[in-house]
């Protein structure tokens, strides 16, 4: 790329007819060494095969083939250079270790011991390498020039199961040959790195295999998938004809900087943004200081951000043109629902008591050690304590103390929810509020896909609340519940947000006639679906908040965003700093943990507490929310969007990496990590508060800094706010710290093994300790093993 775009300086050609000239250029290279390797492999299999029925001996066939079966093997060491330079998309270290390997028996051993020659071995290695190269190599050829006949896919994914065993077994047999007949009186040192090499075959074989295994999972799946027919939300087409996320994350972005203080030049910074993936967040906090300067500035820019959105995704639907959002949402908006619902038996509970489910006092402590005690509701005095215990702690804001607090005091009154509505969009989430709303009576307006929903009904029947749910018009429901036909009642209820967004919103909009509804969104997706789910729950909203003037509105807010802080949360950070123990300093010093340091616009502190790798569809997603949220205050209507804390939920622990950094987060004070039954209670806690207390932040009659201090208020940030250091830098000293604590033992084997096996290749010695171990082992025991190895060898022909 470098020399081209070289020689492209000097020639007045547009950069993208270079752009397609290096790839034909690398198009051409890959069909080149492809198509030679493969027919290298050719001759040996073919020239091999013919050889061997003719009876000749294996040390004929390699004087044949040797040459060939050399240079086509040690050619293979360009596909790291592939891999490195990004020329193919395959895994650098699964490369590595292939090539790596077969360089090792052919270099090591094949070429220069006469007996690896000679042995049966050696057809092992060229049949089983040989066929597996001709049709990975002819797979590849096909592939570049446009697709690939089914019988080679089929061999190319198929045919390892019985070729990698076999290559692997003449590999182990090449080595012990030439270290039997070779290399051990000429060179030990190659013979213990030999030993070594093959000690490494226990482990990585299986490894192979399965790598492989996975592969033809993925890709049988691949191929025998349909083409997806986009139906729904969709993002819009870019220039380049696809549906890119990038370019729309920018437009918005800009449409929205656009409207502040900064103007069309701010906008052009956004997009001229070349590497946006890797420079989104810088971009965000120039558009959260923007906000600042003003709140009228602020809520334009929310409302011109919202309006790009829904002017730029668009809505698919057999039968209509592609359209945007906003058009769909009037051409398509009507209701072909009837309301069910499902009434609990339980009653409602006669004394109403706040509690919040915490396991332990973990502060300061690994979380993953009150596993046992997650589901300890605490109420009481011991509620009132533990709030104290977070704030003092730096955990959570004092708001949040002061906000639970009051509303324990009201608890009888504020936790009757029976006259309280909710429509939640996403209703089955994992973080959503549904099980604490219907345990307290309130009544549900259940948005969630048929399985789901059923679910969600099963658990409404026995608790004290109601679930309203859409139903296809004329659905005999109340028949098909009083018979307890679910499987029936599933395929005619339910709705998906993403494909009928127009008829949920005006479906919503005649829900529950005369009542105030509460609006909220607690759906979450992947990658760039979150934010086409996103999209679709702020037209639901806006159509609601139009139609019905008192509804309000509901999220939650991620910790890992660039938030107002409070000034003693900016304090905290800095003394924090300046306490910070020594091997903090240290990190710091090498650069990996950076200073957690509020950023100033207008006189108004905020934190950056963006992680990167998250993504700027993530990023998005949760800017549409904020948008939503101040944009309806500021028309009058409620708003409710507290952050929560970092979350250990299933999800995310199914990650090896998060949940490490999870698992030692607790070294930065005042981190604390929760789990999601403490998660859920405390923000639908924080929710009824903002409902109930007509002082707080959501009320639009409260008098906020700014709009953006919405998002500040009633925060439980986990102690993100109060860090020395940034979130998105903690997270390797954190990881570090989980696995010396956890796999201590395992790190120390490991350790003392390298360690003896280094000292075994390099001096052909072990440890002292190690050798003491083994001398343990009785004489009679080591001969009686060692007897039917050293017969086995005789047989197969390996020399000891």
């Known amino acids: 790329r470098f020399c081209v775009a070289l020689v492209a300086r000097h020639i007045d050609l547009p950069p993208w007819h270079w752009a397609r000239v290096l790839a034909s250029i690398m198009k051409a290279y890959l069909l080149l060494y492809n198509g030679a390797c493969m027919l290298g492999w050719l001759f040996c299999v073919l020239r091999a095969g013919q050889m061997l029925l003719g009876g000749s001996t294996y040390a004929q066939i390699y004087g044949e083939i040797g040459m060939v079966l050399m240079a086509s093997q040690t050619a293979m060491c360009l596909e790291i250079l592939h891999s490195l330079t990004g020329l193919v998309p395959s895994p650098v270290g699964v490369v590595t270790l292939q090539v790596g390997s077969r360089i090792f028996i052919v270099w090591g051993h094949l070429y220069w011991v006469p007996e690896c020659q000679s042995h049966w071995s050696f057809m092992f290695i060229t049949f089983s390498w040989g066929i597996t190269e001709v049709v990975r190599y002819l797979?590849?050829?096909?592939?570049?020039?446009?697709?690939?006949?089914?019988?080679?896919?089929?061999?190319?994914?198929?045919?390892?199961?019985?070729?990698?065993?076999?290559?692997?077994?003449?590999?182990?047999?090449?080595?012990?040959?030439?270290?039997?007949?070779?290399?051990?009186?000429?060179?030990?040192?190659?013979?213990?790195?030999?030993?070594?090499?093959?000690?490494?075959?226990?482990?990585?074989?299986?490894?192979?295999?399965?790598?492989?295994?996975?592969?033809?999972?993925?890709?049988?799946?691949?191929?025998?998938?349909?083409?997806?027919?986009?139906?729904?939300?969709?993002?819009?087409?870019?220039?380049?004809?696809?549906?890119?996320?990038?370019?729309?994350?920018?437009?918005?972005?800009?449409?929205?900087?656009?409207?502040?203080?900064?103007?069309?030049?701010?906008?052009?910074?956004?997009?001229?943004?070349?590497?946006?993936?890797?420079?989104?967040?810088?971009?965000?906090?120039?558009?959260?200081?923007?906000?600042?300067?003003?709140?009228?500035?602020?809520?334009?820019?929310?409302?011109?951000?919202?309006?790009?959105?829904?002017?730029?995704?668009?809505?698919?639907?057999?039968?209509?043109?592609?359209?945007?959002?906003?058009?769909?949402?009037?051409?398509?908006?009507?209701?072909?629902?009837?309301?069910?619902?499902?009434?609990?038996?339980?009653?409602?509970?006669?004394?109403?008591?706040?509690?919040?489910?915490?396991?332990?006092?973990?502060?300061?402590?690994?979380?993953?050690?009150?596993?046992?005690?997650?589901?300890?509701?605490?109420?009481?005095?011991?509620?009132?304590?533990?709030?104290?215990?977070?704030?003092e702690y730096g955990t959570v804001e004092q708001d949040v103390v002061d906000a639970l607090k009051t509303l324990q005091g009201k608890q009888d009154e504020w936790l009757d929810l029976s006259d309280m509505y909710f429509v939640l969009l996403g209703a089955a989430s994992a973080m959503g509020p549904l099980h604490f709303l219907l345990s307290l009576g309130a009544n549900v307006i259940a948005i969630a896909r048929p399985k789901a929903l059923m679910g969600i009904l099963k658990q409404a029947k026995n608790g004290p609340g109601k679930v309203i749910f859409p139903v296809a018009k004329g659905t005999d429901w109340k028949g098909l519940l009083a018979k307890g036909d679910y499987d029936a009642l599933a395929k005619v209820s339910g709705c998906d947000l993403m494909t009928q967004t127009p008829e949920i919103a005006a479906w919503v909009a005649a829900v529950a006639p005369g009542k105030r509804l509460t609006i909220g969104n607690y759906t979450y997706l992947d990658g760039a679906l979150h934010v086409q789910v996103a999209v679709a729950c702020d037209c639901i909203m806006q159509r609601l908040c139009k139609e019905r003037k008192d509804t309000a509105l509901a999220f939650l807010c991620t910790p890992t965003d660039a938030h107002v802080v409070t000034k003693e949360a900016a304090v905290a950070a800095i003394e924090a700093h300046k306490t910070a123990p020594l091997w903090m300093k240290i990190?710091?010093?090498?650069?990996?943990?950076?200073?957690?340091?509020?950023?100033?616009?207008?006189?108004?502190?905020?934190?950056?507490?963006?992680?990167?790798?998250?993504?700027?569809?993530?990023?998005?997603?949760?800017?549409?929310?904020?948008?939503?949220?101040?944009?309806?205050?500021?028309?009058?209507?409620?708003?409710?969007?507290?952050?929560?804390?970092?979350?250990?939920?299933?999800?995310?622990?199914?990650?090896?990496?998060?949940?490490?950094?999870?698992?030692?987060?607790?070294?930065?004070?005042?981190?604390?990590?929760?789990?999601?039954?403490?998660?859920?209670?405390?923000?639908?806690?924080?929710?009824?508060?903002?409902?109930?207390?007509?002082?707080?932040?959501?009320?639009?009659?409260?008098?906020?800094?700014?709009?953006?201090?919405?998002?500040?208020?009633?925060?439980?940030?986990?102690?993100?706010?109060?860090?020395?250091?940034?979130?998105?830098?903690?997270?390797?000293?954190?990881?570090?710290?989980?696995?010396?604590?956890?796999?201590?033992?395992?790190?120390?084997?490991?350790?003392?093994?390298?360690?003896?096996?280094?000292?075994?290749?390099?001096?052909?010695?072990?440890?002292?300790?190690?050798?003491?171990?083994?001398?343990?082992?009785?004489?009679?025991?080591?001969?009686?093993?060692?007897?039917?190895?050293?017969?086995?060898?005789?047989?197969?022909?390996?020399?000891?």
């Not at 201590?744 to 360690?755: Q, R």
Request: glycine share 8%.
């Open 139 to 391: 797979f590849y050829f096909c592939s570049l020039l446009g697709g690939v006949p089914y019988p080679i896919f089929y061999f190319r994914y198929s045919m390892f199961m019985v070729l990698y065993p076999s290559g692997i077994t003449g590999e182990i047999f090449q080595t012990l040959v030439g270290m039997g007949a070779y290399w051990k009186l000429s060179n030990p040192l190659w013979y213990r790195l030999s030993l070594i090499t093959l000690l490494l075959y226990v482990p990585g074989s299986p490894g192979m295999i399965g790598n492989m295994l996975g592969n033809r999972k993925r890709s049988f799946k691949k191929r025998s998938e349909t083409k997806v027919v986009l139906s729904g939300v969709v993002w819009p087409k870019t220039k380049k004809g696809d549906r890119s996320s990038t370019s729309t994350n920018q437009k918005m972005l800009a449409a929205a900087a656009a409207k502040g203080p900064g103007g069309e030049e701010a906008a052009s910074r956004i997009l001229k943004e070349k590497k946006w993936r890797f420079a989104y967040n810088k971009h965000l906090l120039e558009h959260v200081s923007q906000s600042l300067q003003s709140e009228a500035g602020c809520i334009a820019m929310a409302r011109a951000g919202l309006e790009s959105a829904q002017e730029s995704f668009q809505f698919i639907r057999d039968g209509h043109e592609e359209m945007s959002m906003k058009v769909a949402m009037e051409k398509l908006g009507t209701n072909p629902f009837d309301s069910a619902e499902v009434c609990g038996v339980k009653d409602a509970p006669s004394k109403r008591e706040l509690s919040l489910t915490y396991g332990a006092p973990m502060l300061g402590a690994p979380y993953y050690k009150f596993k046992a005690q997650r589901n300890t509701k605490i109420t009481g005095m011991d509620l009132r304590k533990q709030l104290d215990k977070w704030g």
């Open 587 to 800: 990190w710091e010093g090498v650069g990996v943990l950076k200073r957690n340091q509020a950023l100033t616009s207008n006189g108004i502190e905020f934190m950056d507490a963006i992680v990167p790798d998250q993504g700027p569809n993530y990023i998005l997603s949760k800017r549409l929310q904020h948008w939503r949220a101040m944009v309806a205050r500021a028309d009058g209507h409620a708003a409710s969007s507290n952050v929560s804390p970092s979350t250990a939920t299933s999800s995310v622990t199914s990650n090896a990496s998060f949940a490490a950094a999870y698992g030692g987060m607790h070294i930065f004070k005042p981190l604390e990590v929760v789990y999601q039954e403490l998660s859920l209670s405390m923000m639908a806690a924080l929710l009824i508060h903002d409902l109930r207390n007509p002082a707080s932040a959501a009320q639009p009659a409260t008098k906020l800094q700014h709009p953006l201090c919405l998002f500040q208020a009633t925060s439980f940030h986990g102690g993100i706010w109060r860090c020395p250091y940034t979130i998105a830098t903690i997270g390797i000293p954190c990881a570090l710290k989980f696995y010396l604590t956890t796999f201590w033992m395992h790190i120390f084997v490991a350790f003392a093994a390298l360690a003896s096996t280094v000292q075994y290749g390099m001096y052909g010695t072990l440890p002292k300790a190690v050798g003491q171990a083994l001398s343990l082992i009785p004489a009679a025991l080591v001969q009686q093993v060692s007897a039917p190895l050293v017969s086995l060898a005789a047989a197969l022909s390996v020399p000891l």
